[in-house]
């Protein structure tokens, strides 16, 4: 099949880069700045792996217009286009594919991006975009790179359109559910950097190393409150008997610890780093787990059962499960090899349980994908016998439950290829937070033992507290330079607010840490947020200066908080009256003026406040901490692009950046 994909020509409100790709904020950049789009060019190489014709095209990083594009799409002639849109863009997006499809009829379009997977269907953002436009397909999720390949093949061979993709029927939009990728990220295909063009995106001051790489060892961030999982081979009880929880599937009817079956409404697999519990009983296959996984059992000394953390039981301690009751033909063997059912199984009255005294109980590393299951009613089910509880989870494009990682073996092998045949000097990895635990120690194991250390710089996201000081040397010796970390907001209740899981306490101990390590710290921070006064966003701006004159960080940039349709946030917005304009109003989410009403600034003045933050760069002290650690001429024309994007920023949060700003209202 002949297939283009990238980003098509997008003439923005505002002069200047538009920047779509890379899972960041939409932005206009006076500056022009490109970041390379990790997933979809996952995708376009998986494809052209597959046998099709692929041709990369992003008209924003090549700087094609519309006449160019046009003529491309003739020459070519593609049998279907796939790009991605973000919310501020998704009105040009609707005039471009009328436009396309009003020019070349026969092309089939597809769209994805976070706009078009929201979680909450009653906002209509799906249905809204193919209503507006005559798109063939929209992808309802994350991990696209994996569900266009399906597409396609579906389309090759005739086949039902794969669940998740969303498409029409005789002008009638077909509503197919969500993408649900239960794959490994292992089984993509190192991105082939030279089809995808990744000197087109070589724009970041941040990074020193050119030429440079995005890479993305995770989708989104493993950080989350509901790390409930078990080992992928844990046997669950179900109606139709034993299965091992990796292959269990929605609606399946799942044992519960009352007795009950009831189905399973949310299948979670995510990627995890870190400590299993592992218990044995003697009687039973041993439990694996995350630490806070929740068991039923009886403390030593008590009578009655309760749901307890794994890592809170001792040896002693009892699991329970339902009485399984042995009559003619209904029984259950127990052995220390797992399950094997026999008949149907009767259970006594939930009042009853089995125990099994915990024997052994200790810790091991692990990395790899972990599971648990939503079962509907009584929120538990029946895992190796024991009886275990569940919880829900929420969030967009990538929703908190659906983080995936690649190996550590996996990404060295696309750090060799980098280095090795493209030169590349330095690589970003932009997955929501670098994998910490088991996977990080491996992977600074395999970059010194590898000697890849001393031939590329590593730079990547991190979370506050993740890690240790002597895991920040360990990084630095494994080849790692900047840390980029999150801080968005100086008041600890709006971090709770957030769900961001920091502690104010630990930013400027983390900050210290990695700077004793000798990595560099890169803050970001947010401003504009509704529930924030001026005297809340004076304690950000405060507490970012402060970790910049003492030297605990080096860089930070500073956005204003833009709700996204389909967020958790935005929901709130609405239902509080918190928006300065029509939450409709799509092309004014784009970071050029504020989205929410504040307590007590006006638009004017929360984007002042933005661009005071930058004005941290050109405090004396600063100016002459930062010479002093100029030694090189690479640190020369480092300083000079990041005097060049702190101008550009300035200009981006300065008096010119939107007319429409208003001095009201003030709620």
């Keep these: 099949m002949r297939i283009f994909i990238g980003y098509p020509p997008t003439v923005t409100r505002f002069k200047g880069t538009p920047l779509l790709s890379q899972n960041r904020q939409y932005q206009v950049f006076h500056v022009h700045t490109t970041l390379f789009p990790v997933v979809l060019a996952t995708g376009a190489t998986m494809l052209r792996d597959k046998g099709h014709d692929v041709t990369w095209v992003d008209c924003i990083a090549e700087k094609i217009n519309t006449e160019e594009f046009d003529k491309l799409v003739e020459e070519k002639k593609p049998e279907i286009l796939f790009f991605e849109t973000k919310a501020p863009v998704v009105k040009i997006h609707w005039d471009t594919i009328n436009r396309l499809k009003e020019k070349f009829p026969d092309l089939k379009i597809c769209v994805m991006g976070d706009h078009l997977s929201a979680l909450d269907l009653s906002l209509n953002l799906q249905k809204e975009f193919m209503e507006k436009c005559k798109v063939d397909f929209i992808i309802n999720g994350g991990y696209f790179d994996f569900a266009i390949c399906e597409l396609v ?12 993709i969303w498409y029409k029927e005789n002008e009638k939009i077909i509503e197919n559910g969500r993408y649900d990728f239960k794959g490994s990220l292992d089984d993509a295909p190192i991105i082939d950097r030279v089809f995808t063009k990744n000197h087109l995106y070589q724009h970041e001051f941040n990074l020193i190393g050119r030429p440079l790489a995005y890479i993305m060892a995770g989708r989104d961030c493993w950080y989350g409150k509901c790390t ?20 269990i599937k929605l609606g399946e009817e799942i044992l519960t610890h009352n007795g009950n079956y009831n189905k399973a409404n949310f299948i979670f697999q995510r990627y995890y780093s870190g400590d299993l519990i ?32 794994a890592d809170k039981l001792k040896e002693g301690d009892f699991l329970t499960s339902p009485i399984f009751k042995e009559e003619t033909n209904n029984q259950i063997q127990i052995s220390s090899n797992g399950l094997i059912f026999q008949k149907e199984l009767i259970l006594h009255k939930k009042e009853d349980y089995s125990t099994f005294e915990i024997k052994e109980i200790k810790k091991e590393e692990y990395y790899g994908d ?4 939503s079962v509907e009613n009584d929120h538990t089910y029946t895992a190796n016998l024991v009886s275990v509880s569940n919880c829900v989870w929420d969030t967009n494009l990538y929703p908190r439950g659906q983080f995936r990682g690649r190996s550590p073996e996996n990404v ?37 033992e590898s000697g890849y250390n001393k031939k590329v710089i590593y730079s990547g996201n991190m979370r506050f507290g993740a890690v240790n000081l002597e895991e920040y040397k360990l990084m630095k010796r494994a080849g790692f330079r900047l840390l980029k970390f999150g801080l968005e907001s100086g008041c600890q209740s709006t971090i709770e607010k957030l769900d961001k899981g920091t ?63 389909g967020t958790p946030l935005y929901k709130e917005g609405m239902e509080k009256n918190w928006f300065l304009f029509n939450p409709r109003e799509y092309e004014r989410f784009d970071m050029r003026e504020p989205v929410f009403k504040t307590p007590d600034m006006t638009p004017k003045q929360v ?22 650690k100029i030694k090189t001429i690479e640190d020369i024309k480092y300083t000079a692009r990041g005097i060049k994007a702190v101008v550009g920023h300035l200009m981006d949060f300065g008096k010119s950046a939107s007319p429409r700003l208003e001095e009201s209202p003030i709620r």
Excluded at 292 to 309: C, D, Q, S, T, V
Excluded at 370 to 373: D, G, I, K, M, S
Excluded at 415 to 438: M, N, R, S
Excluded at 531 to 544: G, V
Aim: with cysteine; hydrophobic share 40%.
């Design 153 to 164: 093949e579906a389309l090759g061979k005739g086949k039902k359109i794969p669940q998740g």
């Design 503 to 565: 502690k104010i306490a630990e930013v400027e101990k983390s900050c210290k840490e990695a700077k004793e390590a000798q990595l560099v710290v890169h803050l970001t921070l947010m401003l504009g947020y509704s529930f924030e006064s001026k005297k809340d966003a004076l304690k950000t701006y405060k507490l970012a200066k402060r970790l910049m004159l003492k030297g605990y960080a080096d860089v930070l940039q500073s956005t204003v908080i833009i709700p996204y349709p």
């Design 370 to 373: 972990v599971y648990n299951l």
């Design 278 to 309: 592992v218990i044995r009983t003697g009687e039973l296959k041993e439990i694996k787990c995350t630490t806070n996984h929740k068991l039923l059992a009886i403390k030593k000394g008590e009578k009655e059962p309760r749901f307890i953390e």
């Design 228 to 247: 409930f999982c078990f080992h992928p081979k844990t046997n669950i009880i179900t109606k139709e008997g034993v299965k091992q929880i990796k292959d």
């Design 607 to 628: 984007m002042k406040m933005c661009n005071k933050v930058y004005h941290i760069f050109i405090d004396p002290r600063y100016v002459l901490r930062h010479l002093r």
């Design 412 to 448: 060295m092998k696309e750090v060799k290829y980098l280095v090795d045949e493209l030169g590349v000097k330095e690589i970003f990895d932009d997955a929501g937070t670098i994998i910490v635990g088991p996977w990080l120690k491996k992977f600074c194991n395999l970059m010194i």
